[in-house]
């Protein structure tokens, strides 16, 4: 089955800096991987997804690159503020037919 | 009303009693899913359900069991509790073409 690899697992970042989270798949079946966001207390959110036939997309200071041959995609957060302080997770999966595999997640903090 | 409610959000059961947790949607999805999340271990798959006849394992379902009620409900028991499963638990639903999830707040249970 899928497995899902996530690196790394804190970060710290100066406010107004640029984090950049890491995944790794390993069923090259998979197109689908979304982004979620988990503030201290809630559930995670999505806050951005991308399948397989796109290489880039993004929202505002949001964005999320692929390559497939490499079996990795990335998140990449510009102009971080403090609000950006959460747990993120990446995850995996072929739509319709599995579950989301979720990687172990990462905790960043936004000094300010 | 949220769109998806767990009830309870905190319980604190003694080991070896039954417990259930309950998880109800008003996003007209036919798809449920249970995740646990632990520290350092990311959200991981217990059961989910494509519809309301369809029930299936996911990575870690020893030791649980489901119910889906309706297209709207879908409950997660635990048999006969250990410490073990002391961990947050999560209720999250999708729809077949609407791929991302929407997660519940919660539920977060302790086994003393």
């Known amino acids: 089955g899928e497995n899902v690899e996530q690196h790394p697992s804190t970060l710290s970042v100066q406010e107004g800096d640029s984090a950049v989270i890491k995944c790794t798949y390993s069923?090259?079946?998979?197109?689908?991987f979304p982004w979620y966001k988990q503030e201290l207390g809630k559930g995670p959110q999505l806050i951005i997804d991308?399948?397989?036939?796109?290489g880039e997309k993004k929202d505002q200071r949001i964005a999320v690159t692929l390559n497939k041959t490499a079996k990795h995609f990335s998140l990449h957060i510009t102009e971080t503020q403090p609000e950006d302080s959460a747990v993120y997770f990446c995850a995996a999966s072929i739509p319709g037919n599995t579950p989301l595999v979720f990687g172990k997640g990462t905790r960043l903090s936004v000094i300010a | 009303d949220a769109d998806v409610t767990q009830t309870p959000r905190n319980r604190i059961t003694k080991t070896g009693k039954r417990i259930m947790l309950e998880c109800s949607q008003t996003?007209?999805?036919?798809?449920m899913y249970w995740y646990r999340q632990d520290p350092g271990l990311g959200l991981r798959l217990i059961y989910y359900?494509?519809?309301?006849?369809?029930?299936n394992k996911g990575e870690i379902s020893d030791g649980y069991s489901v119910s889906r009620q309706a297209q709207a409900k879908f409950s997660l028991s635990l048999e006969s509790a250990i410490p073990n499963q002391t961990a947050l638990y999560f209720c999250?639903?999708?729809?077949?073409?609407?791929?991302?999830?929407?997660f519940g707040s919660g539920t977060r249970l302790t086994v003393v």
């Open positions: 359900s494509f519809d309301v006849k369809d029930i």
């Open positions: 991308i399948r397989s036939n796109v």
């Open positions: 996003k007209g999805h036919d798809r």
């Open positions: 999250a639903v999708s729809g077949e073409k609407d791929y991302g999830y929407t």
């Open positions: 069923d090259s079946a998979s197109n689908y």
